[in-house]
């Protein structure tokens, strides 16, 4: 199992960026596949970002690719999301997610591909 907290949200102006972090627990992060997901308020939860468990290939929603990067550090146990030019509309609660599963395609792309979930970070972006 592993346990996981996010951190690093907060408020924002429209084009201002900020790193979201994700510590996770245990001595198999290197095992996960971790992906970041967010949820605005009246809206489903949304794919952001996944990493595969090496760090070597990572994929982006279309609404986000370019502005956002994932990466992780497997001897921390932590992924990160950086988000550049920040929009209003990304304004959500974020949440960082683990699978022990090796990423295999687009079913990572959805939120009940992952077991765990941290409390989520809000991030509130004004314009």
């Known amino acids: 199992q592993v346990q996981l907290v996010e951190s690093g949200g907060g408020l924002a102006q429209a084009g201002d960026s900020l790193r979201l972090s994700c510590a996770a627990s245990?001595?198999?992060?290197?095992?996960?596949?971790m992906a970041w997901f967010r949820q605005a308020p009246g809206k489903e939860r949304e794919f952001v970002a996944v990493?595969?468990?090496?760090?070597?290939?990572?994929y982006y929603a279309d609404s986000v690719k370019g502005r956002f990067t994932i990466s992780r550090d497997n001897a921390k146990n932590t992924v990160y999301l950086q988000m550049n030019s920040l929009k209003p509309e990304d304004t959500a609660i974020y949440y960082c997610?683990?699978?022990?599963?090796?990423?295999?395609?687009?079913?990572?792309?959805?939120?009940?591909?992952?077991?765990?979930w941290g409390q989520g970070t809000q991030v509130t972006v004004s314009s």
């Open positions: 997610a683990a699978d022990p599963s090796p990423f295999s395609g687009s079913s990572y792309y959805y939120h009940g591909q992952y077991g765990y």
């Open positions: 245990g001595r198999t992060f290197s095992l996960y596949t």
């Open positions: 990493i595969r468990r090496s760090g070597g290939t990572t």
